[in-house]
């Protein structure tokens, strides 16, 4: 379950990991908490007070998915700006998957 809170609360980011964070995995992406193995009736009337929407259909590798980091991820390096809007290509020698011939 990805909880999207109203905004980011520190107190209710607390609250959730104080009520679960000891027997659920629990992840945490600005206003986002990702619960593993819990229903939204688990959830306290404090914690449900702070909610803004809850997405029950997540998927397994929550943490890599759009609805728990729906911002693209964008790296400044040196030289260049790679993810966002910004077009990169990256290519190079891969010698591991070339089989041997000898």
């Given at each position: 379950m990805?909880?999207?809170l109203t905004k980011e609360d520190p107190a209710?980011?607390?609250?959730?990991?104080q009520h679960f964070?000891?027997?659920?995995d629990l992840f945490v992406h600005n206003?986002?908490?990702?619960?593993?193995?819990?229903t939204p009736e688990d959830?306290?009337?404090s914690e449900?007070?702070?909610?803004k929407e809850i997405i029950?259909?997540?998927?397994?590798?929550?943490?890599g998915s759009r609805e728990f980091h729906p911002e693209d991820t964008v790296i400044q390096t040196k030289h260049s700006v790679i993810g966002g809007d910004?077009?990169?290509?990256?290519?190079?020698?891969?010698?591991?998957?070339?089989?041997?011939?000898?």
């Open positions: 990805i909880i999207v209710v980011i607390s609250e959730l990991k964070g000891d027997t659920h206003n986002r908490v990702a619960l593993q193995g819990v959830l306290s009337a449900k007070a702070a909610v029950t259909d997540e998927p397994k590798a929550v943490q910004n077009f990169s290509l990256m290519a190079g020698h891969a010698p591991l998957n070339h089989r041997n011939t000898s």
